[in-house]
C-alpha cells in the first residue's frame, strides 16, 4: 500500500526567509504524480505545485519549487521569499496513474510565517 | 475560486441521524472524489465517481453511499450517523481518463455529530 509521510508537524519561518517542508512516500508503482496542497484557515484545498514521476527535473512555481528524489521516495517543498500569506496547513499527496485518482495524503506540516 | 461548491458550509446532527451532503463540480468535469478529514488529520478517500458510476472507494463501511447525476454533480450520504464522523468532508472534481491532471477542491462541509 502506498504511503505518505511528513515528519514536521510545524514549521515556521520569518517573511521574507526560506523555509522546506519534508515529505516522504512509499510506493512500488513506477508512474505516479506528487502534489503540494496548501490548505489555509478558510479549508479549500489549493494546489500549490505538481510533479510528475517520469519528469527528473524539479517542478517550479514562482517562490514554490520541489527537490524530487525518485530513488530516495523524497518530495520537500521549497518556499523562497516567505510571504504572511503563506502561513497555512501543506499537505503532501501521492496518486498513481491510471484511472483512479485516489490521493493518499501525508497528515500535514502547520507553517507559521513570523513578520 | 474553483467553481466546486460545496453545501451546506456546516451542518450539526445527532447520533443515529442521516445525512446529505452535496457538491457540484466545476464545468467540463466527469470525476467527483468525496474525502474525509478529521481534525489534525490529513483527508481519507471515501469514493469517486466517474460519469455516474462508482470507480473506487476507500476502507469506509457501507453506511457510506454517493451519488452522480448526468450533470456530474455528487452526493454523499452518510446513515446512522456516529460521533466520529465528526469531520470535514471534501469534494474534487476532475476529468476522468489517465491520473495527474489537478483535482479541484471544494470549500467542505464541516460535520459535526453530538
Known amino acids: 500500500a502506498q504511503t505518505v509521510t511528513q515528519s514536521q508537524p510545524e514549521m515556521s519561518v520569518q517573511e521574507a526567509e526560506t523555509v522546506t517542508l519534508s515529505c516522504t512516500y512509499d510506493?512500488?508503482?513506477?508512474?505516479?504524480?506528487l502534489f503540494w496542497y496548501k490548505q489555509p484557515p478558510s479549508r479549500q484545498m489549493i494546489l500549490v505545485i505538481r510533479?510528475?514521476?517520469?519528469k527528473q527535473q524539479n517542478a517550479t512555481e514562482n517562490r514554490f519549487s520541489v527537490n524530487f528524489q525518485k530513488a530516495a521516495k523524497s518530495f520537500s517543498l521549497k518556499i523562497s521569499d516567505s510571504q504572511l500569506g503563506d502561513a497555512a496547513m501543506y499537505f503532501c499527496a501521492y496518486i498513481r496513474a491510471g484511472n483512479n485518482r485516489k490521493l493518499i495524503w501525508g497528515l500535514g506540516t502547520s507553517l507559521a510565517v513570523n513578520p | 475560486e474553483t467553481g466546486v461548491t460545496q453545501s451546506p458550509t456546516h451542518l450539526i446532527k445527532t447520533r443515529g441521524q442521516q445525512v446529505t451532503l452535496r457538491c457540484s463540480s466545476q464545468?467540463?468535469?466527469?470525476?467527483v472524489s468525496w474525502y474525509q478529514q478529521a481534525l489534525g488529520q490529513g483527508p481519507q478517500f471515501i469514493f469517486q465517481y466517474y460519469r455516474e458510476e462508482e470507480n473506487g472507494r476507500g476502507n469506509f463501511p457501507p453506511r457510506f453511499s454517493g451519488l452522480q447525476f448526468p450533470n456530474y454533480s455528487s452526493e454523499l450520504n452518510v446513515n446512522a450517523l456516529e460521533l466520529d464522523d465528526s469531520a470535514l468532508y471534501l469534494c474534487a472534481s476532475s476529468l476522468g481518463g489517465t491520473g495527474g491532471t489537478e483535482a479541484f477542491f471544494g470549500q467542505g462541509t464541516r460535520l459535526t455529530v453530538v
Open positions: 510533479q510528475e514521476a517520469y
Open positions: 464545468s467540463g468535469h466527469n470525476t
Open positions: 510506493t512500488s508503482e513506477s508512474d505516479y504524480y
